[in-house]
């Protein structure tokens, strides 16, 4: 089992940075593959960021790409998404996630366990 929180969501203008964080307690954190997804109002959950187990891998939806650079710290149990240039498309809440394979995917449906998310809300 993995409890995941996420926090340092908020309000930031256009054209902002945002750090957002997900502390990880539970199981072996290193041996996971770690995402970050986000739902928008009215709209399903996607994919954003991903890295595997060792960090080595990592990969971005087209939307943010160049933009967004997700990292993990497995001293401190956490991964974290550091977001900039944001735009008010990327108004959303974020989620992250973690899959007990530790590959990297974009597949909702792979990942094991889900935090509660956190608000991020880019005014233009």
């Known amino acids: 089992q993995v409890q995941l929180v996420e926090s340092g969501g908020g309000l930031v203008q256009a054209g902002a940075s945002l750090r957002v964080s997900c502390a990880a307690s539970g199981d072996t954190f290193s041996n996971y593959a770690m995402g970050w997804f986000r739902q928008a109002p009215g709209k399903e959950r996607v994919f954003v960021a991903a890295i595997n187990w060792s960090g080595r891998y990592v990969s971005y939806a087209d939307s943010v790409k160049g933009r967004f650079t997700i990292s993990r710290d497995d001293n401190s149990n956490t991964v974290y998404l550091q977001m900039n240039s944001l735009k008010p498309e990327d108004t959303a809440v974020y989620y992250c996630?973690?899959?007990?394979?530790?590959?990297?995917?974009?597949?909702?449906?792979?990942?094991?366990?889900w935090g509660q998310g956190t608000q991020v809300t880019v005014s233009s």
């Open positions: 996630a973690a899959d007990r394979s530790g590959d990297v995917t974009t597949r909702f449906n792979d990942y094991d366990y």
